[in-house]
C-alpha cells in the first residue's frame, strides 16, 4: 500500500501508450454494492480482472495492471492469471515497489489516495500489515525491484521500460 503503483503506473503509460488497467476501477465499482471481502466481492472482482487479461491476451495487447497482494485475494491467483495470459500467447511480468514503514505510513493518509477507495487509515495499515507480508511472501518473484523512495515516478517508469525493452515514445519527457 501506498508504494506509488499507481502514480508509476500511469507515468509508465504515458511514456509509452500501453493501456493502465488499474485494480481500483473494478474494485470501486463492486465496492458500490457488495463490501470488500465478501465472498460476491471476490468472485467478481478475479472475473472482472481476469476478462480484462483475456482481452489483452487475445487481441495480442500489453497493458499494465497495478496490484498489491492482499488476504482477500484467493491463493493461486497469479498462477491463474499467467496460465490464462501464457495458454494466449503472452507473458506476464512482475516489477516490486518498495519503501520502508515510515515512508508508507507517511504516505497511505495523502489525499490522493481517496479518490479510489483505497487503504488510507495508519491504524489499519498497521493492523494489516502482518497479512499484507504474508500475501506477498505468495507472490512470484519479481523481475525488477524499485525502491520508490530513491527513484520518482518517471525515473521508475522508466527503469521498467528498459527492463522490459517498452518502446519509450519519441518527445516523452
Same mark, same amino acid.
Given at each position: 500500500a501506498a508504494s506509488g503503483k499507481l502514480t508509476v503506473a500511469k507515468e509508465l503509460a504515458r511514456l509509452t501508450s500501453l493501456p493502465l488497467f488499474h485494480n481500483h476501477l473494478v474494485v470501486d465499482a463492486l465496492l458500490e454494492r457488495l463490501e470488500f471481502g465478501e465472498p460476491e466481492f471476490v468472485r467478481l472482482r478475479e472475473q472482472m480482472w481476469m476478462?480484462?487479461?483475456? @482481452?489483452?491476451?487475445?487481441?495480442?495487447?500489453?497493458?499494465?495492471? @497495478?496490484?498489491?497482494?492482499?488476504?482477500?485475494?484467493?491463493?493461486?491467483? @497469479?498462477?491463474?492469471?499467467?496460465?490464462?495470459?501464457?495458454g494466449l500467447g503472452g507473458r506476464v511480468r512482475y516489477v516490486r515497489l518498495v519503501l520502508s514503514e515510515g515512508e508508507q505510513e507517511m504516505r497511505i493518509t495523502n489525499a490522493s489516495r481517496n479518490q479510489f477507495r483505497k487503504l488510507a487509515s495508519r491504524e489499519l495499515l498497521r493492523e494489516m500489515?502482518?497479512?499484507?507480508?504474508?500475501?506477498?511472501?505468495?507472490?512470484?518473484?519479481?523481475?525488477?525491484?524499485i525502491d520508490t523512495e530513491q527513484d520518482d515516478p518517471e525515473t521508475s517508469a522508466r527503469r521498467i521500460g528498459a527492463a522490459f525493452g517498452l518502446d519509450i515514445l519519441s518527445g516523452a519527457t
Amino acid at each position: 500500500a501506498a508504494s506509488g503503483k499507481l502514480t508509476v503506473a500511469k507515468e509508465l503509460a504515458r511514456l509509452t501508450s500501453l493501456p493502465l488497467f488499474h485494480n481500483h476501477l473494478v474494485v470501486d465499482a463492486l465496492l458500490e454494492r457488495l463490501e470488500f471481502g465478501e465472498p460476491e466481492f471476490v468472485r467478481l472482482r478475479e472475473q472482472m480482472w481476469m476478462a480484462g487479461f483475456e @482481452t489483452a491476451a487475445s487481441q495480442g495487447r500489453s497493458l499494465i495492471f @497495478t496490484f498489491a497482494p492482499e488476504p482477500s485475494v484467493p491463493d493461486g491467483f @497469479t498462477d491463474r492469471v499467467e496460465e490464462l495470459v501464457e495458454g494466449l500467447g503472452g507473458r506476464v511480468r512482475y516489477v516490486r515497489l518498495v519503501l520502508s514503514e515510515g515512508e508508507q505510513e507517511m504516505r497511505i493518509t495523502n489525499a490522493s489516495r481517496n479518490q479510489f477507495r483505497k487503504l488510507a487509515s495508519r491504524e489499519l495499515l498497521r493492523e494489516m500489515r502482518p497479512q499484507f507480508l504474508e500475501a506477498e511472501a505468495g507472490m512470484p518473484a519479481a523481475e525488477l525491484v524499485i525502491d520508490t523512495e530513491q527513484d520518482d515516478p518517471e525515473t521508475s517508469a522508466r527503469r521498467i521500460g528498459a527492463a522490459f525493452g517498452l518502446d519509450i515514445l519519441s518527445g516523452a519527457t
